[in-house]
């Protein structure tokens, strides 16, 4: 095999592997666990909570040059547009979370804005997929005909 093949080879191995590893990473939770654990595992592997606190806990990669300061300043506007602690934090305490919280996030993940791009790319696994979409809005639709007893 010549220099310029095997090159090539080698590219079309890394780049099979790191697809086949992405899609292993990437997968939605497991379909045994019941909706509210889903819920949990989605927001937990697409780092909602690493922006959207008032002390937002940055990967070590919010470091790096380039992407690293976009993140950065994502985390910073992040709390300022909205802090899902809270409603992340009503939903654990069981109680009705908040309607336009749940409309917002409904936007979010209907339209794929969050988490940001730049986020995604540095952290395999953490974009939502389909069916990752399809399980948050069943979870939103479930906090809305919920009854509150209060
Ligand atoms: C890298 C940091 C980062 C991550 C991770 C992230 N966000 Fe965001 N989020 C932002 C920024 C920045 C904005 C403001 C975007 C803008 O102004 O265009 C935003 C906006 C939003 C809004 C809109 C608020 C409004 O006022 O309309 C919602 C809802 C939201 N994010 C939810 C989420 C959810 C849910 C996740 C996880 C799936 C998530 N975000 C992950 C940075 C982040």
């Known amino acids: 095999m010549s220099k310029v093949s095997k090159f090539f080879?080698?590219?079309l191995i890394g780049a099979a592997s790191l697809i086949i590893t992405f899609r292993i990473i990437n997968?939605?939770?497991s379909q045994k666990l019941?909706?509210?654990d889903k819920f949990r595992a989605i927001v937990d592997n697409s780092g909602c909570n690493?922006?959207?606190n008032p002390n937002p806990k940055l990967p070590f990669y919010a470091?790096?040059?380039l992407l690293g300061g976009k993140i950065k300043k994502d985390a910073s506007n992040a709390?300022?547009?909205i802090d899902l602690n809270i409603y992340f934090?009503?939903?654990e305490e069981d109680k009705k979370?908040?309607?336009l919280a749940l409309s917002k996030i409904e936007q979010v993940i209907s339209d794929g804005s969050m988490p940001p791009f730049t986020f995604t790319i540095l952290r395999p696994g953490s974009a939502i997929s389909y069916k990752e979409e399809e399980i948050l809005l069943q979870w939103i639709e479930r906090q809305r005909s919920r009854i509150d007893i209060e």
């Open 9 to 11: 080879l080698g590219i």
């Open 27 to 29: 997968q939605a939770p």
């Open 34 to 36: 019941h909706p509210d």
């Open 50 to 52: 690493m922006c959207h």
């Open 63 to 65: 470091e790096w040059p």
């Open 79 to 81: 709390y300022a547009r």
């Open 89 to 91: 934090r009503q939903f």
């Open 97 to 99: 979370v908040d309607n």
